[in-house]
């Protein structure tokens, strides 16, 4: 970076800053994490975790060789190659695309898509970007030239996802993601009373309400309108919703377009929440489906393949059924040449095959685990799927096991495994989310619990687990508040005919308990009841519930989308925070008034206290009720009128009932509050803080064009203020002077640090003023706080900061028709890494170079062209050096594990031949390699 250096000294001193080591697990859900360039040279990888990526060379597709990894936004979702050297790369918590170029290795654009980018498409004549935004249901379209927005096309489905286009391209179809299955309720009092129940000596059910089926023709009369869309087909010209699909599946994770049948192949499950009772759907609350969605005819037709068609669900536990199952299956993609379809089911850990007329073909195992035996922690988890365009090879991104599997589609076997690097996740986390994702743990297979909390959130739906046959359970001893009217302390017992209860988040439980809605679990580890009674599996020995539960524990709420980037409200908002604190708003039976805040108490809106029904009645319910949190309300939508069309048939409270927040504020009690004084305060509950600051993820781009403008100026310092406040650390992450960088931005002293001792620190006048001179060419991202360090300046937190981490570039690389000849690592070299490369990007395409090592470096040039490397005394090796068709050329270099190696340093810089450059040849940088222990 051409800019005076600033107190090095205080970069010494205060190169630790924001060094806590604090991840923050998202659990975003991944809808296309893995692709292959269309001339088969590249694989493209997700890295949600390193917040990166990656790209792969498949020089050869059986042994592929990591070329380097791209930082991008937070929590990465989704890829889409455009060309050979461009890809976009959503991120959900970010809010963001990244276009990526291949030639030059890093972001060459940010585009701002609020909220929840899903995925992303080419489709149309001029081509034109269609991006799914999954919290707005809609679709956006995107000039990929200009990355202009150009239409905005709501979806009447919840979070549209997973896109593909039609051969032609003249087509675009949007997957609903949390479609639902036209469940509602009739709310108690309108309900029939419940069944008596079967065991002996157990009292009547209280009064709740029950779950229909809308298609189910008793039930026709229910006013409810709900279409459930489960696929939207666009028009790629006009951008107009030309057709829609209906009634598809619940949980709709994946399609892929089959161009020989004009057909749309789809995996999902679909939930089985209409069935009464815990017992009756025991080891079958959802299947596991294919669907085949023809759209040739003018009206599109389904056909539905039950993966587990054959299963036999009386007998529990069944090894032959889990040796089978296919269960949760996440990604999908048609293989043309041989006639057949892939899915992948991170469930079982497998991959299926299944014909065009859907037979299944084959089982193809992940892991050496047997088929009817379970190894939760040896999980590889199944997530994306992408084929060869012209070898018969299928990649497999492996979410559980940070990895990535290849496939001989041919003879249908295992080739092998590729680690995707270091994996920053801490144990607790990594190991405990494959209990959420193993469908082995039920006694046949069947399901795991990720299939009603989808990715560690909800499913849009509610459950009836009552059982007839169950016994009664004490309430928890709490003593009674001076706030609660007389009769609220707790001295029910807890009936095991609950009725009807929303499926819960698993975000933000840390310190919520007691848990679920009655509150009858006190702590997570109680929760293990469930595997035998809900999954039919065994209890969870103590050491694996404990890793279990740590996940649980540890999963965040994404920043909420309704509030202000300085985390204050709009001014409905904060009217409607006022109420909450302030406003009595509760009326009691006795008379007592009390303020929303008053047992709302705690931060997330909770307060670890349940209450009697003659507490809780004013929001209908008949039995005790535990006080939920309020953070991630937003997440649920709103129901419109009675009678229009809905996208969700389950609303607010424990059971559902309440279409919106503010049909739930129309209830008699807040009768006094004004409506205008009601409007706020449910907008006030939709802005809730989530915990996560809504600046985290928040990109601004950093070019010569952007960084004189005062809106970026205006960005930064919002963004610094709030990283003095606590709500994030700050970092920007690109290139200076054609070399990658990495700053941490010092709340106490206001400068930026370095990512390697002499680099920095900076201030942020001199920072925009080399921006605006083409030495700087990056973005600021707002992380969570304590990620700052690794995310910023130190990716593995071992003390050594990334340009001393065996790497170190120096020098300025010379310039080619595709920007910077940048020479680096693939990774840090250490001892014993067989993966280990040299690799360069932006390199002559198809150009024969040449790369020279030696002990020393140096600072001279050669006809005009820069050496770094001291070749005096002879060079230590000379090789040759190829770029492929993009300007990528690497060179393995294995290392092996002696530990006489470490410590060994070389100096290495390419050469290519380029007639406009001085001498006819352009020089990259100089890499130092020092090898680490």
């Known amino acids: 970076m051409r800019i005076p250096s600033i107190l090095v000294a ?3 001193l205060t190169a630790t800053v924001s060094s806590q080591s604090g991840f923050v697990n998202f659990e975003s859900s991944p809808v296309h994490p893995i692709q292959v360039s269309a001339d088969g040279l590249h ?10 990526l990656q790209v792969w060379s498949l020089q050869n597709p059986d042994q592929p060789v990591l070329l380097r990894s791209i930082p991008v936004g937070l929590e990465p979702v989704s890829l889409a190659v455009r060309n050979a050297n461009e890809v976009w790369v959503t991120e959900s918590v970010s809010d963001s695309v990244s276009v990526v170029s291949i030639s030059q290795g890093r972001v060459i654009d940010t585009i701002r898509v609020k909220d929840d980018p899903g995925d992303i498409v080419f489709a149309g004549t001029p081509e034109r970007a269609f991006i799914s935004v999954s919290g707005s249901d809609e679709v956006r379209v995107f000039d990929p030239q200009t990355r202009q927005q150009l239409a905005v096309i709501p979806i009447l489905g919840k979070e549209p996802r997973a896109l593909a286009r039609n051969a032609a391209g003249d087509k675009v179809y949007a997957l609903v993601f949390r479609s639902g299955n036209r469940t509602t309720l009739i709310p108690a009092g309108l309900a029939p009373p419940p069944p008596p129940p079967t065991r002996a000596g157990l009292p009547p059910a209280p009064p709740q309400s029950i779950i229909v089926d809308l298609d189910d023709p008793q039930w026709a009369f229910h006013p409810m309108n709900i279409p459930d869309n489960d696929l939207a087909e666009i028009d790629a010209s006009s951008f107009n919703v030309t057709r829609l699909v209906k009634s598809i599946g619940t949980i709709n994770y994946d399609l892929a377009f089959d161009a020989t049948e004009g057909a749309l192949w789809v995996v999902n499950i679909d939930s089985r929440n209409a069935i009464r009772f815990m017992p009756n759907f025991r080891a079958h609350y959802i299947d596991s489906r294919v669907v085949k969605v023809d759209m040739g005819a003018t009206q599109p037709t389904r056909r539905v393949i039950d993966l587990h068609a054959d299963f036999d669900y009386e007998t529990i536990p069944n090894a032959t059924d889990r040796a089978h199952a296919l269960a949760e299956p996440v990604a999908v993609v048609v293989d043309g040449a ?15 095959v299944l014909s065009r007329d859907g037979n299944l073909l084959e089982r193809i195992e992940l892991t050496a685990t047997a088929p009817d035996q379970r190894d939760t922690l040896n999980m590889r988890g199944p997530r994306g799927l992408a084929l060869h365009p012209t070898q018969p090879r299928l990649y497999v991104f492996n979410r559980l096991s940070h990895s990535f599997s290849i496939v001989d589609t041919g003879n249908r076997t295992l ?13 607790i986390i990594r190991d405990g989310r494959k209990y959420l994702y193993d469908a082995r743990l039920s006694g046949n ?29 004490k309430v928890p001893h709490q003593d009674k508040p001076d706030f609660l009217p007389p009769g609220s302390v707790p001295d029910w017992d807890f009936h095991p005919m609950r009725g009807p209860m929303g499926t819960q988040t698993l975000r933000g439980l840390a310190g919520n308990a007691p848990y679920h809605w009655r509150g009858e679990i006190p702590g997570l580890m109680d929760i293990n009841g469930d595997f035998p009674a809900l999954m039919g599996g065994d209890l969870l020995p103590e050491a694996e519930m404990s890793l279990l539960a740590g996940f649980m524990e540890r999963i965040a709420h994404s920043p909420n989308p309704n509030q202000n980037l300085d985390r204050t409200y709009d001014a409905s908002a904060a009217r409607g925070e006022k109420t909450f604190h302030n406003t009595p708003a509760i009326l009691w039976a006795n008379g007592q008034i009390n303020k929303c805040a008053t047992c709302h108490s705690e931060p997330d809106g909770s307060s670890s206290r349940i209450f009697l029904p003659a507490a809780s009645a004013f929001i209908g319910a008949t039995q005790p009720m535990n006080t939920p949190q309020l953070r991630g309300l937003w997440r649920r939508g709103t129901t419109p009128a009675v009678g229009q069309p809905t996208k969700v048939g389950f609303g607010f409270a424990n059971d559902g009932m309440f279409p919106s927040l503010r049909a739930f504020l129309d209830l008699s009690t807040f009768n006094a509050m004004p409506t ?19 600046i985290v993820g928040y990109r601004v781009p950093l070019t010569a064009a952007t960084a004189g403008q005062s809106a970026t100026l205006a960005a930064i310092q919002l963004m610094e203020k709030r990283a003095r406040a606590g709500d994030c650390d700050l970092v920007l992450i690109g290139a200076v002077d054609g070399l990658p960088r990495g700053l941490l931005f010092d709340p106490q002293t206001s400068l930026y640090l370095g990512d390697e001792a002499g680099f920095g620190p900076f201030n942020r006048s001199a920072i925009l003023a080399s921006a605006q001179t083409g030495h700087v060419v990056a973005a600021f991202m707002a992380v969570p706080p304590g990620e700052g360090q690794r995310l910023g300046v130190d990716r593995d937190l071992d003390g050594q900061l990334n340009g001393e981490d065996g790497l170190q570039r120096f020098g300025v690389p010379g310039v080619t028709s595709q920007g910077p000849l940048l020479l680096d690592g693939n990774r840090e070299p250490r001892l014993g890494d067989g993966g280990f490369a040299i690799t360069t990007v932006a390199a002559p395409p198809g150009a024969q170079g040449m790369l020279v090592a030696a002990l020393g470096p140096a600072t001279a040039a050669i006809a005009g062209v820069p050496l770094y490397v001291d070749v005096s005394s002879g060079p230590l090796l000379t090789v040759p050096f190829q770029a492929d068709a993009s300007g990528s050329a690497f060179d393995p270099r294995p290392i092996p594990p002696s530990p006489v ?17 001085p001498g006819g040849i352009v020089a990259s940088n100089g890499l130092k390699i020092t090898i680490q222990p």
């Open 10 to 12: 205080v970069c010494l």
């Open 43 to 52: 694989l493209y990888v997700i890295d949600a975790p390193n917040a990166a």
């Open 338 to 352: 041989q006639g057949e379809i892939w899915i992948a089911s991170q469930g079982s850990d497998r991959l299926g």
């Open 415 to 427: 080739i092998g495994e590729w680690s995707l690097g270091r994996d920053p996740t801490p144990a």
């Open 445 to 473: 297979g069947s399901g795991s619990c990720a299939a009603c909390h989808v990715d560690g959130e909800h499913d849009l739906l509610s459950w009836d687990l009552g059982d007839p046959g169950g016994k009664m359970e």
């Open 676 to 694: 205008a004084e009601k409007d706020d305060l449910a907008h006030f509950l939709e802005s809730f803080d989530s915990g996560t600051a809504p």
């Open 901 to 917: 190696l470490a410590g060994y340093v070389v100096y290495v810089q390419a050469f290519f031949p380029a007639a406009s450059t």
